[in-house]
């Protein structure tokens, strides 16, 4: 164990070929710590306010706040001034070290009687908030946290690096007293078998034992002030990460300017989403945009369903209708009318959908075809993300025993850092539901996001899509920030979800769907005896010159259909679409299906699941497998779409197919859904078949809203699921 004082204190690894004289800037403790402590102090200043309102914090001091996430940024980091991590950032990257260095920080903090006293009275009852947020943000400390069977580090307390980091946190904070000087090294042992070095075992047992006493004491308002500043300490350190790393040098960057330009200088106007509006109406009429256009088709108005959703002054608004009913055009009028009547100039917003393939073609069909693609969905970052990974953690949450496991670890949580940052300077955003709602299982990404969802509206479209765990956290999120602009969408919802969302939100505001959209008869529902009846009916429709679009569960199971249908009808134009093609031929593939739908000619698609929420077509006849019933009601979306009471249609045959039989022992035929998806399906069918008369969307809604899994769905569960805010008994939320 060597106690001789190292030329430089390192934050992180880098490239020492690169920089054979002294580390860049960038890799230095001192300079790191000055940058995550910046960091934190301009995103208060940009941000502080509003992500406190948004959390219904409005009584919390702004000055003590600001305070509080400075020490943060300089409390976080401090412990790796020790011989494990210093050797593993220059040497030995597989070390392992007897104690983690955030550990080492609260170790530091919280024992050291000079320490504690010179820095406590500075900050008060933030002292204890400021600690917790910094040990939390590798959200490695829990009380499962043991020191490992590694040999006594030796802790750099009397290195110049550390004395100089621990006078400029004194000034930051104005403390009365000079921060203590210490002319020794403290030494950690594992045990308590050496008189001259401090026990791991027995001090973190000490920590854990009055943190424990600590946060039982903890009020609500203070435990969501401290997962507040958990995530914003978090999102400083990698910013400071990338800053600093593209500009190598200090007298090159500054963290405070690049808060301003990212969250502070960027945001919708509304006049961007007049132009995304407009463009998608005019899309709509099927012709071109003249290039002297009025911003709307003549003769095309708004329907008082969209005027409703768009005039909601409540905080949380669950807009439920049918397909069809225009939900996506009124939360852009919705996302409009709240950056007017905020005036927010950083304003942004965040559209959710599901999954990936359905994210993908709203992108496309509403963001993309705005022709503000540049301003409104691409990153303008200044910053060289891929700088990031010169400088990736060592100490992300990894098992460094395994190389392997820890250099993939590694690798996606350098992704993370990099997607979520680049959100930063987005001020549109459309994306999946997990990237925002993961902020309330501690999802890396959702908390590298943080600033940038804080300052958003947000909408959540196809709520009834969520499985238990998704909409769990989505009521977390909605009782964490009581005052977030929420537009919750669906086309249908079973009672004790919308019992629980109403348990949530006694505010929430219901905007229901036209009733004479919704009461139109579409379907004629079937469910086929034999493969014969199915191909009858498609022969049927294609001889009227109709369409067919024939929706499988596997991508494996349309490519069969789509052969088959191809022999059958080598006449008719079949195509097959799916998310396995590459995203270019996606894209032209997307427009092409959708134009043939809306042409003359009879035709057959073969489709997967990315037809539910994302094709803009009416199918004469609808072909399906059986699947979950929010799968099935909007897969019936894409029949008869057409349809409205103005010129009303016919009702559409929808066939809905049982299962294949099991191909092999291992093979489940329910799979990419479970067995009870499919179970409770089969009694939704049952239920329809025997009303015995043509369904409208109110039909399938009211069936899927009489369901119910004979509970109440456990409002308080899920808070307590919910790890950001509850810390999942853990002594740290972390």
Not at 42 to 69: C, N, P, Q, S, Y
Not at 318 to 347: D, E, H, I, M, V
Not at 409 to 430: G, N, Q, Y
């Amino acid at each position: 164990m060597s106690t001789a004082l190292p030329r430089y204190l390192l934050a992180k690894s880098y490239p020492q070929t690169k920089f054979p004289q002294q580390p860049p800037d960038y890799a230095l403790l001192l300079q790191h710590n000055r940058d995550v402590a910046q960091a934190c102090t301009a995103l208060v200043e940009v941000i502080g306010r509003l992500v406190l309102e948004r959390a219904g914090l409005t009584e919390t001091d702004i000055e003590a706040f600001k305070k509080a996430m400075a020490a943060v940024g300089w409390f976080e980091d401090l412990g790796k001034a020790n011989s494990h991590f210093q050797a593993m950032v220059t040497k030995a990257p597989q070390l392992i070290q007897l104690l983690r260095h955030e550990t080492l920080s609260g170790l530091l903090l919280w024992q050291n009687k000079a320490l504690r006293e010179c820095l406590e009275p500075a900050l008060g009852d933030w002292f204890v908030l400021a600690l917790w947020a910094a040990m939390g943000h590798h959200r490695k400390f829990d009380c499962d946290t043991q020191a490992s069977a590694a040999p006594a580090l030796t802790v750099w307390l009397n290195h110049p690096d550390f004395q100089q980091m621990l006078i400029e946190l004194g000034q930051s904070l104005g403390t009365q007293t000079l921060p203590p000087t210490f002319s020794a090294p403290l030494i950690i042992a594992p045990d308590n078998r050496n008189p001259n070095a401090v026990s791991a075992r027995r001090a973190l047992q000490d920590l854990k034992e009055d943190f424990d006493g600590l946060r039982e004491q903890l009020a609500p308002e203070w435990s969501k002030r401290l997962a507040v500043m958990k995530a914003l300490g978090i999102a400083a350190d990698v910013a400071a990460s990338a800053v600093a790393a593209q500009g190598q040098s200090a007298a090159n960057y500054s963290l405070d300017t690049f808060v301003r330009q990212t969250l502070g200088q960027v945001g919708l106007k509304a006049a961007d989403f007049d132009q995304l509006i407009g463009e998608w109406a005019w899309k709509a009429t099927g012709q071109p945009r003249p290039s002297d256009a009025p911003q709307l088709p003549p003769g095309f108005a708004f329907r008082p369903f969209q005027c409703e959703v768009a005039a909601s002054e409540r905080f949380v608004t669950l807009a439920c209708a049918g397909c069809g009913s225009g939900k996506s055009l009124a939360a852009y009028l919705w996302a409009q009318a709240w950056q007017r009547r905020t005036g927010q100039t950083n304003f942004r917003l965040f559209f959710c959908l599901p999954t990936t393939g359905t994210t993908t073609e709203h992108f496309k069909d509403y963001a993309l075809e705005a022709g503000l693609s540049a301003a409104l969905t691409h990153s303008r970052s200044t910053v060289d993300l891929k700088a990031l990974a010169e400088t990736a953690d060592q100490e992300s949450d990894v098992d460094a025993s395994n190389a392997e496991r820890a250099a993939q670890r590694a690798l996606d949580d350098l992704r993370d850092k990099i997607e979520a940052l680049s959100l930063w300077d987005t001020p549109l955003v459309v994306t999946t539901a997990d990237t925002v709602l993961g902020l309330m299982a501690n999802a890396r990404r959702s908390l590298y996001a943080f600033p940038a969802i804080a300052l958003s509206a947000i909408v959540f479209d196809e709520i009834h899509a969520f499985d238990d765990r998704l909409f769990g956290h989505l009521l977390a999120f909605l009782r964490f920030f009581p005052r977030q602009p929420v537009l919750l969408m669906t086309a249908s919802l079973p009672q004790h979800r919308l019992a629980a969302l109403q348990k949530v939100r006694p505010d929430l505001q219901i905007v229901a769907g036209p009733a004479e959209y919704e009461q139109l008869p579409r379907y004629k529902l079937r469910y086929p005896s034999s493969p014969e009846e199915v191909w009858q009916a498609v022969a049927d429709c294609i001889a009227q010159g109709g369409k067919v679009l024939w929706v499988r569960n596997r991508v494996e199971w349309a490519n069969e259909t789509y052969a088959d249908c191809r022999k059958r009808f080598p006449q008719v134009e079949v195509n097959v679409y799916h998310s396995r093609f590459r995203y270019k031929d996606r894209s032209r593939l997307h427009h092409y299906v959708i134009g043939k739908f809306k042409g003359k000619d009879a035709q057959i698609l073969v489709t997967t699941q990315v037809a539910e929420m994302s094709l803009d077509l009416s199918a004469d006849l609808l072909i399906t497998d059986i699947a979950s019933v929010p799968a099935l009601i909007q897969r019936m979306g894409r029949a008869n779409r057409r349809s409205t009471p103005q010129h009303p249609q016919p009702p559409r045959p929808v066939l809905v197919c049982p299962l294949p039989p099991q191909a092999n022992e291992r093979d489940n035929p329910a799979l990419p859904y479970e067995a009870e998806d499919i179970a409770t399906a089969e009694g939704w069918l049952a239920h329809l078949l025997a009303l015995e008369k043509p369904l409208s969307q109110r039909d399938l809604a009211d069936a899927f809203g009489s369901l119910s899994p004979g509970k109440d769905f456990d409002v308080e569960q899920a808070w307590k699921a919910a790890c950001f805010v509850s810390g999942g008994g853990k002594p740290v939320p972390a």
